[in-house]
């Protein structure tokens, strides 16, 4: 296969969905003349008209995005149209490497719109809310994928960018908004801050709170710390800048089902876990809306546990963690969501990071918590209780710790 970079995977675990592929053939067949990147890895390629040869497709990641973007600067080669038919530049949030550009269409926009109204559809989102965005607006796609779908929708959108923490409580307040969209930490970290002016929020016209950017808002401590503090029900939400919107929210706040009228999505097997009990694995996503740049058998290196519900395809608990943020702790596999559920339990809205190091064949994981000596102990008991392993978790004085209000980055990893 002319210029193919990746393996092929094993065949697609049986949970996945396959009677959209002919959508997905005649996608294909439509932008590989023009498109010089799927060219190169797909060409001469047999379309996909069944499950056995979408499997042999080669596999594709960030790192295939990154390569072809320093090859063919400034947008990359994944480009089905000419230029000028683009009419949105955003870039990903750089958390798997240097930050890519993605390009949309007029057309790919309204189907990333689409993708959000089964999100917003879940959370009961009406005309009838007001909504507040507590985002900074950068180029980053989720942000402005949602303010967007609900503009659409015809809810009164209010932009929370450029306005400080306080400035922010306080328009939700005085313009009596009833939904806020924010990640999981700054909605904790608005949280605080109420606590610390005294401004009781689970008293306040927020009822619906939806989490998007990064994982944590299926965690179920977190969750419930969310849920209390702003006295309002939790949406988790899932998706990617190069992806699209795939993750729709669980109404019993299970996780987040995977969207799978846009999206073909199949799961490969971390450190032997069985899928189909439950395993945890890496989930590999294909779009099917965004026939101008679109990723096909895409490595999102997000870690999840699929289930195959009568209702649909459950990622139970959402987004995990990353595959390049797992810890080998003692022979016993940990993600920063498991110790992200212990410090919740514990330590309410405490800032924390994870710092992994590698010693000899093993991690060594350390956690600081801007709480007390005591938390810290409950917290490493309860890591030690529930997964066998000891780690330390130290106290830190509050401030020292960086806070966060777009996607955290509370895992340092030192093992490279």
């Known amino acids: 296969m002319p210029g193919a970079q990746a393996t092929l995977a094993p065949p697609p675990a049986a949970l996945g969905r396959w009677d959209e ?20 890895r797909l060409g001469g390629t047999p379309l996909p008209s069944g499950p056995d040869q ?3 497709l080669p596999l594709s990641s960030n790192r295939d995005l990154s390569r072809d973007l320093t090859a063919n600067p400034p947008y990359g080669s994944n480009l089905s149209e000419p230029l000028h038919a683009y009419c949105r530049f955003h870039q990903t949030s750089g958390t798997a490497g240097r930050p890519l550009a993605v390009l949309d269409t007029a057309a790919s926009w309204e189907w990333w719109l689409d993708c959000w109204d089964a999100v917003l559809d879940a959370a009961g989102l009406t005309k009838r809310d007001l909504a ?5 607006f950068a180029p980053f796609i989720g942000f402005w994928s949602a303010f967007e779908a609900v503009l659409r929708r015809g809810t009164l959108a209010v932009p929370g960018g450029g306005a400080s923490t306080d400035r922010r409580l306080s328009m939700i307040r005085d313009l009596q908004c009833t ?57 988790d939400h899932a998706g990617a800048s190069e ?3 795939y993750g729709v929210p669980c109404p019993q706040g299970r996780g987040v089902f995977v969207n799978e009228r846009e999206f073909i999505a199949e799961f490969l097997p971390v450190n032997g876990e069985r899928i189909s009990q439950g395993g ?18 895409y490595r999102t290196g997000d870690l999840v546990r699929p289930r195959r519900l009568p209702e649909g395809l459950l990622l139970e608990g959402g987004v995990l963690g990353r595959s390049d943020h797992m810890m080998l702790v003692r022979g016993v596999n940990l993600h920063p969501s498991a110790i992200e559920e212990a410090v919740r339990r514990v330590a309410d809205l405490a800032e924390f990071r994870i710092t992994v190091e590698r010693t000899g064949e093993m991690d060594e994981a350390r956690v600081e918590v801007e709480s007390s ?7 490493a008991h309860d890591v030690r209780n529930i997964f066998g392993v000891r780690i330390e978790v130290e106290p830190v004085p509050e401030g020292t710790l960086p806070n966060w209000e777009a996607k955290a980055q509370r895992f340092r990893d030192l093992r490279r």
């Open 21 to 40: 592929l002919p959508r997905l053939a005649a996608m294909l067949d439509a932008i590989l003349p023009r498109n010089r990147f799927w060219n190169f």
């Open 54 to 56: 979408f499997a042999r």
């Open 132 to 136: 507040f965005f507590a985002f900074s």
């Open 179 to 235: 939904a806020l969209f924010s990640t999981p930490t700054y909605a904790l970290r608005m949280a605080g801050r109420a606590r610390a002016l005294g401004m009781d929020l689970a008293a306040g016209p927020v009822r619906r709170v939806i989490l998007a950017g990064e994982p944590g808002g299926s965690v179920p401590a977190t969750r419930r710390r969310i849920a209390m503090a702003w006295g309002a029900k939790v949406f």
């Open 243 to 245: 992806v699209g919107a």
């Open 280 to 297: 945890i694995a890496e989930l590999v996503v294909t779009n099917l809306g965004r026939a101008c740049c679109p990723v096909i058998r």
């Open 373 to 379: 000596r005591d938390a810290c102990e409950a917290i």
